[in-house]
């Protein structure tokens, strides 16, 4: 399903905006009320959608652990950043 200009490109979305389009798109198929040929682009956009949400989520995991390294790291650390 190609995109309109109210779709923006699922690569340039944040997870909050990627999450509710997501909600929407789920929505729109549980009515039920589109074509088949419909159903097959809000399917494939969701499939997006999602994948894009799972990034954002792996991206931020992959920060706090990070940050979580990097603190355990320091609280070894004597005032002079040395090794206790």
């Keep these: 399903m190609p ?6 490109e699922v690569g ?4 909050e ?3 509710d389009e997501l909600v929407r ?3 729109e ?5 589109a074509t088949l ?10 499939e997006a959608l999602a994948a894009r949400c799972e990034e954002w989520l792996i991206g931020a995991k992959t920060r706090l652990d990070a ?6 790291a320091n609280a070894g ?3 002079n950043g040395r090794d206790v």
């Design 25 to 27: 798109v789920v929505a």
């Design 67 to 72: 940050a979580r390294a990097a603190s355990a």
């Design 77 to 79: 650390a004597g005032p």
């Design 12 to 15: 340039s979305l944040s997870y």
């Design 37 to 46: 040929e419909q159903s097959l682009g809000l399917w494939e956009r969701g």
């Design 29 to 33: 198929l549980e009515r039920g009320a």
């Design 17 to 19: 905006e990627a999450r």
């Design 3 to 8: 995109t309109t200009p109210t779709e923006p």
